[in-house]
Each structure stands twice: as structure tokens, then as C-alpha cells.
T-cell receptor
């Protein structure tokens, strides 16, 4: 596997609480992505980053925010978790955006109760 | 949504047979990529085909691309039990975003 680590790998949280997921890479790739995977929907992009402090929204960004203060770390925050945010979250990296392959982390299974 | 679709949603074949899965996408692309996901794991890149290419091979994988129909197909020849996984296409056009399809679940029966 490429050097991508997601933490935590599993988390159960209560509705209304803030949650932060972390993605750490050791590949020095410029682009980092957060996806969520739900049955019947495949993977949908939440936010992505194209450099330190440079981020943009994906197609399902409502209720999520991100930050990238260092090349190696990309944080995804659920400001106030809802049950609809129960999902498996994947971080991915790529060297040159969509012109090159993406490498995926192992995923974080988040349950909001 | 700009999400693509794979067809069929599920496919079950005997070991040694060929598996074909199709992908449709919605916008103009620079390239299209195929990924495999084993149960409970992250996605793994298989192959990338650029918009000016019509066919590409990698080992037992053969990918075709028809930009006029906005479709692609992935053929896995001489399938093995280890090929059991979900397969996703991802289209890349503008905006630095990959748009993934909904996936095909392949089961190869030993």
C-alpha cells in the first residue's frame, strides 16, 4: 500500500457531536481527497485539496469542512454529526490530480447514533 | 450528479471464464480509470486509459473506451477466485475531480 494512514479506523459517535478524521501521507503527493462510500452510491467526493491551504468542495460537501496545514495531513471535520453521515470514509492521494492514479487509504467506518 | 454507472451491478462467473463489465459516464473526459476494491479494503488502481486511446491492455485486463458513447468496458480474461471484488470506473474531466461509478460486484466461483 502507498503511504496513507487514516485514523481512526472505526468510530461511533452521537448525533450533534463534532468529529474529525485524519489522513496522513508519506508520499509528498500534492492532491488529497476525501470520499464517502455508501451502498448503491459508490464513492462520492466530499472535499479535495490541491496544495497546502488550498481546498475545494466536492459534490457532497454540505456538513463537512476540511483543513490542510501541512502537505502530509488532510483533516475532515463533521461539525455536528448526523445519522445521514454514517458511512465509510476514504482518503485518497494523487501526484498530479486526475492525470495520474489515485492511492487510497484503508477507510474509516463512522457510525453516528 | 455527475456520477457514472457500472453495468451489471453484480456478476457471477466460474473460474477460468472471462468477465466483462461496462461503465457509462456523463461528461467529457481527459481519462478514465478502473479500480478494484476487495471487501473491507480501500480501492486499488488497475489501469488508466486516456481520451485519445481506444484500447489498453495490462496483463489479463483489457479496457476499451468509446468517447462518442461515453462508455468504457473492462474485460478480465481467465478469471481467478482472487479476482472476486468490486470494480469501479472513475472518470476525470475538469476540476481535478474523479467521478466514480456505482461499481460492479464480481464473484468468481472456484
Amino acid at each position: 500500500d502507498a503511504g496513507i494512514t487514516q485514523s481512526p479506523r472505526h468510530k461511533v459517535t452521537e448525533t450533534g457531536t463534532p468529529v474529525t478524521l485524519r489522513c496522513h501521507q508519506t508520499e509528498n503527493h500534492r492532491y488529497m481527497y476525501w470520499y464517502r462510500q455508501d451502498p448503491g452510491h459508490g464513492l462520492r467526493l466530499i472535499h479535495y485539496s490541491y496544495g497546502v491551504k488550498d481546498t475545494d468542495k466536492g459534490e457532497v460537501s454540505d456538513g463537512y469542512s476540511v483543513s490542510r496545514s501541512k502537505t502530509e495531513d488532510f483533516l475532515l471535520t463533521l461539525e455536528s454529526a448526523t445519522s445521514s453521515q454514517t458511512s465509510v470514509y476514504f482518503c485518497a492521494i494523487s501526484e498530479w490530480g486526475g492525470n495520474t492514479e489515485a492511492f487510497f487509504g484503508q477507510g474509516t467506518r463512522l457510525t453516528v447514533v | 450528479s455527475q456520477q457514472g454507472e457500472e453495468d451489471p451491478q453484480a456478476l457471477s462467473i466460474q473460474e477460468g471464464e472471462n468477465a466483462t463489465m461496462n461503465c457509462s459516464y456523463k461528461t467529457s473526459i481527459n481519462n478514465l480509470q478502473w479500480y478494484r476494491q476487495n471487501s473491507g479494503r480501500g480501492l486499488v488502481h488497475l489501469i488508466l486509459i486516456r481520451s485519445n486511446e481506444r484500447e489498453k491492455h495490462s496483463g489479463r485486463l483489457r479496457v476499451t473506451l468509446d468517447t462518442s458513447k461515453k462508455s468504457s468496458s473492462l474485460l478480465i480474461t481467465a478469471s481467478r477466485a482472487a479476482d472476486t471484488a468490486s470494480y469501479f470506473c472513475a472518470s476525470y474531466g475538469t476540476g481535478n475531480q474523479f467521478y466514480f461509478g456505482t461499481g460492479t460486484s464480481l464473484t468468481v466461483i472456484p
